[in-house]
């Protein structure tokens, strides 16, 4: 077994973010790289009788990143534990979206500290949208020298040779690149599920939302090419995989950045062409829906019928502050234009309380369009300023009580809303495709139905991975529950 008790103060630093750099846009076309990602032969055994832990904080394509992590480790001969204290190596996979994400991650680091100090020959590592700021990894530089890793989002293909560095060389490695970002295909996936699968149809962000640092530590919006998402789609397919979820931050402005017409409509039609039993996509930024797109989600049985459509404020001015580049009237209009055409369709949001300068008039409005749109259900933030980004410089002269109580009155709205759109379903037949055993009765499965409800019923663990008809026959504040049927 190899010794992994490192050489202290023996660092290097080979990069560090940097918050501005990140912010450049040039028009200089994406690379695409087929084989950046290589394991040496001399590696692949490098983690034999070693284990691994690795915590994931962040949304689906965070989640999806750990899936690629996990590969990685493994064609490196690790082992996946569920015990991080049992762990010899430890990964945090981060998210910057919010402060409170920060202060998990800075609470667990705290934590691999005490048990560094009974083990250590523990490797730990950052990684993630935490590790692409600035002042971040200047922390980790200065206060938590038990970090031995720190590596950003543009090079998880890296890994192997950071690893190999720590472990033999004994030095800390902290390689976080700020650059807009190249596309990198053929990184190894250990999917989570044996039945649905995430795949990224596009990285970054360009849109630059006033309050967001999604577009500084993703880089800028790379779609892929449409040839290796079908490829992906269909090798899938074959595994027996019976769902995908295309990803993205907007997927709906999929190959604008790319040469030629081929758009988000064309991909979901292709997509839907392979025969996988069920497509969905996130998320859908309002500006991007085009008639197109709506026209091919209607006219495709297994694209399913769900929308995740983040309004994030009512009022007008507050969009403008937020640089949402829609209105309220937009998202209205298209609301209702996809409530028409996909007549069935769930529709989900996103909405932040407490925008710097909102009015009581302002989230006034934003709780008129909840009451019109009466949505399937709906994520809200209190927002959290991030440095660097345009709305961490606005004045935010709102009392924290007061908008605490602005997100529970927003609360009640959505949950009587989500709990009457559930109610709808009492006595309908709805599909559902069979994922879990339910940790309290192992005799019900559960998963979820087209329009994205989370449905237990009584069923044979064989029907695992299946897609059955269910007849609801209870409905809770976050399930349902209901019967097989075959009508
Ligand atoms: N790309 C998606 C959103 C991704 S981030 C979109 O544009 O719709 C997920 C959600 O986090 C956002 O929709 C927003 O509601 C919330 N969010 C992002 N930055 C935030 C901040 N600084 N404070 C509070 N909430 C924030
Ligand atoms: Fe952030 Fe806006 Fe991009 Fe969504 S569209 S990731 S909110 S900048
Ligand atoms: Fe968080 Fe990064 Fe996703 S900031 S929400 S993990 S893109």
């Not at 996990?70 to 998210?95: H, P, R, V």
């Not at 609470?107 to 523990?122: A, C, F, Q, T």
């Not at 996809?338 to 069935?344: D, S």
Request: hydrophobic share 35%; net charge negative.
């Amino acid at each position: 077994m190899i010794s992994l008790i490192r050489k202290r103060g023996s660092e290097i630093d080979m990069q560090m973010p940097n918050l501005q750099k990140a912010k450049i846009r040039n028009k200089e076309t994406v690379r695409i790289l087929t084989d950046a990602y290589k394991v040496e032969e001399s590696l692949k055994t490098i983690g034999r009788n070693l284990t691994y832990f690795i915590k994931t904080y962040g949304c689906q394509m965070n989640e999806h990143d750990s899936e690629n992590i996990k590969a990685i480790l493994e064609e490196m001969s690790f082992t996946e534990i569920d015990d991080m204290e049992k762990a010899d190596l430890i990964l945090l996979n981060t998210c910057a979206i919010r402060e409170n994400a920060h202060n998990k991650v800075f609470g667990m680091i705290g934590r691999i500290k005490h048990l560094k100090e009974e083990k250590p020959h523990v490797i730990a590592g950052i990684c993630g949208c935490m590790a692409q700021e600035e002042s971040v990894v200047e922390d980790i530089k200065k206060k938590y020298k038990h970090i031995d890793i720190v590596f950003g989002t543009h090079n998880i293909h890296g890994l192997p040779s950071l690893l190999e560095k720590v472990i033999e060389e004994k030095e800390r490695q902290i390689e976080v690149y700020s650059k807009e970002g190249d596309v990198i295909e053929n990184i190894p996936v250990k999917r989570d599920s044996k039945y649905k699968a995430w795949i990224n149809i596009m990285y970054g962000c360009d849109k630059f939302c006033t309050y967001c640092i999604v577009p500084y530590t993703r880089g800028k919006q790379r779609s892929r090419q449409h040839s290796f998402i079908i490829e992906e789609v269909k090798d899938l397919v074959k595994q027996g995989y019976k769902e995908v979820t295309l990803l993205g931050q907007n997927v709906n402005a999929y190959g604008k950045d790319l040469e030629g017409e081929y758009r988000m409509e064309n991909l979901l039609e292709e997509v839907a062409g392979t025969g996988i039993e069920r497509v969905r996509f996130v998320t859908s930024h309002p500006w991007d829906f085009t008639d197109a797109m709506i026209d091919t989600i209607a006219a495709h049985a297994n694209i399913m019928p769900y929308i995740h459509l983040p309004l994030q404020a009512g009022s007008n001015t507050v969009l403008k502050r937020m640089g949402r580049r829609y209105t309220k009237e937009d998202y209205l209009t298209l609301f209702h234009k996809l409530k028409e055409r996909i007549p069935n369709a769930a529709i989900t949001t996103d909405i932040i309380v407490g925008f710097p300068g909102e009015t009581k008039e302002d989230f006034e409005e934003t709780l008129e369009v909840v009451r019109t749109c009466k949505f399937d259900g709906a994520f809200t933030f209190l927002f959290s300023p991030r440095e660097g980004t345009p709305a961490a410089k606005m004045a935010d002269d709102i009392p924290l009580d007061e908008k605490n109580q602005r997100l529970y009155a927003l609360n009640e709205y959505i949950n009587q809303y989500s709990n009457e759109a559930n109610q709808k379903y009492l006595g309908k037949v709805v599909p559902v495709l069979l994922e879990n055993v339910s940790e309290k009765d192992k005799t019900m499965l559960s998963g979820y139905s087209d329009t994205m409800k989370l449905v237990n019923v009584k069923a044979p663990i064989d029907a695992l991975g299946e897609i059955i008809n269910v007849k609801i026959t209870d409905v809770k504040t976050w399930s349902m529950d209901g019967e097989m049927t075959n009508n």
